[in-house]
């Protein structure tokens, strides 16, 4: 299978965490206390469900290594990461993955192009609004935004600019089939939902099969509009959590996660 991994796959795909802890030690008669750092796992989340989802993650990185799933990110998904913490290689589920990089339905910098990197990096959410981050409409959402907006004559203007914008075929096919992006911003209630939205776009213009994802918003969303009466969008790329995903390949039962939960792990033991 062909799947696109969103940003909570890769966050959450951390399973362990620094820890310091006291070693006494006696020396020449005398007692001394030293700190010794290294790792322990992290605590489990409050939803069992949702951890079980996460835990399932390391059979899917064993998937992807065995090349039983090829996995994909992108340049929205790739700036989410970088909003996060650096990385910790240790006990990563995704851990020696190989990720390629599938193409964004539209690039957001042939409309939205700024100098401050930190609005460019932004999702320009509520977060953003109470953290005090200056928006200048060069974020996710303010894109999004703007797509979801564009009415018939807006796109063929567009597209009859299309070499002076240097859109590709690739981008000029996406325009002419937006209705698909705007159809489910309508029907999700809030920009907030937006790039979630993209994300599942783009996976369905790179002909992916699945978008994986730790969070039910957009998978509910996907529902309703599969329940509706009138079928008015076909939706092909599903929107899996982990265990789901595995049923697909017909895997029951996930690894165990590698990991000791009431263990202190010395970096020397670090895999």
């Given at each position: 299978?062909?799947?696109?991994?969103?940003?909570?796959?890769?966050?959450?795909?951390?399973?362990?965490?620094?820890?310091?802890?006291?070693?006494?030690?006696?020396?020449?008669?005398?007692?001394?206390?030293?700190?010794?750092?290294?790792?322990?796992?992290?605590?489990?989340?409050?939803?069992?469900?949702?951890?079980?989802?996460?835990?399932?993650?390391?059979?899917?990185?064993?998937?992807?290594?065995?090349?039983?799933?090829?996995?994909?990110?992108?340049?929205?998904?790739?700036?989410?990461?970088?909003?996060?913490?650096?990385?910790?290689?240790?006990?990563?589920?995704?851990?020696?993955?190989?990720?390629?990089?599938?193409?964004?339905?539209?690039?957001?910098?042939?409309?939205?192009?700024?100098?401050?990197?930190?609005?460019?990096?932004?999702?320009?959410?509520?977060?953003?609004i109470k953290k005090g981050t200056e928006l200048r409409g060069a974020n996710q959402i303010a894109f999004f935004e703007r797509l979801s907006s564009w009415k018939i004559p807006?796109?063929?203007?567009?597209?009859?600019?299309?070499?002076?914008?240097?859109?590709?075929?690739?981008?000029?096919?996406?325009?002419?089939?937006?209705?698909?992006?705007?159809?489910?911003?309508?029907?999700?209630?809030?920009?907030?939902?937006?790039?979630?939205?993209?994300?599942?776009?783009?996976?369905?213009?790179?002909e992916l099969d699945a978008l994986l994802t730790l969070d039910g918003k957009l998978q509910r969303l996907v529902s309703r509009v599969k329940n509706e009466k009138k079928k008015t969008l076909k939706i092909r790329t599903e929107v899996l959590k982990p265990i789901e995903l595995l049923l697909r390949l017909g895997?029951?039962?996930?690894?165990?996660?590698?990991?000791?939960?009431?263990?202190?792990?010395?970096?020397?033991?670090?895999?």
């Amino acid at each position: 299978m062909r799947v696109l991994l969103d940003n909570g796959i890769f966050i959450h795909s951390e399973f362990a965490e620094e820890y310091v802890k006291g070693a006494t030690v006696n020396w020449g008669g005398a007692t001394q206390t030293n700190e010794v750092h290294g790792l322990v796992r992290k605590p489990p989340h409050e939803n069992v469900e949702y951890q079980a989802q996460k835990e399932a993650l390391f059979t899917v990185g064993r998937l992807i290594r065995e090349g039983k799933i090829e996995a994909f990110d992108y340049w929205e998904i790739q700036c989410e990461k970088l909003r996060g913490t650096p990385s910790n290689p240790a006990w990563n589920a995704l851990q020696d993955c190989h990720i390629r990089s599938c193409t964004p339905a539209i690039r957001r910098s042939i409309f939205s192009q700024s100098i401050y990197l930190d609005d460019v990096f932004a999702k320009g959410g509520k977060e953003d609004i109470k953290k005090g981050t200056e928006l200048r409409g060069a974020n996710q959402i303010a894109f999004f935004e703007r797509l979801s907006s564009w009415k018939i004559p807006e796109i063929d203007l567009l597209i009859s600019h299309a070499p002076r914008l240097h859109l590709t075929q690739f981008e000029i096919d996406s325009l002419r089939g937006i209705e698909y992006f705007q159809f489910l911003c309508r029907r999700s209630g809030s920009p907030e939902n937006y790039p979630d939205i993209f994300h599942l776009w783009t996976a369905e213009r790179n002909e992916l099969d699945a978008l994986l994802t730790l969070d039910g918003k957009l998978q509910r969303l996907v529902s309703r509009v599969k329940n509706e009466k009138k079928k008015t969008l076909k939706i092909r790329t599903e929107v899996l959590k982990p265990i789901e995903l595995l049923l697909r390949l017909g895997i029951n039962k996930p690894d165990p996660v590698p990991l000791d939960a009431a263990r202190f792990y010395h970096w020397h033991e670090v895999t």
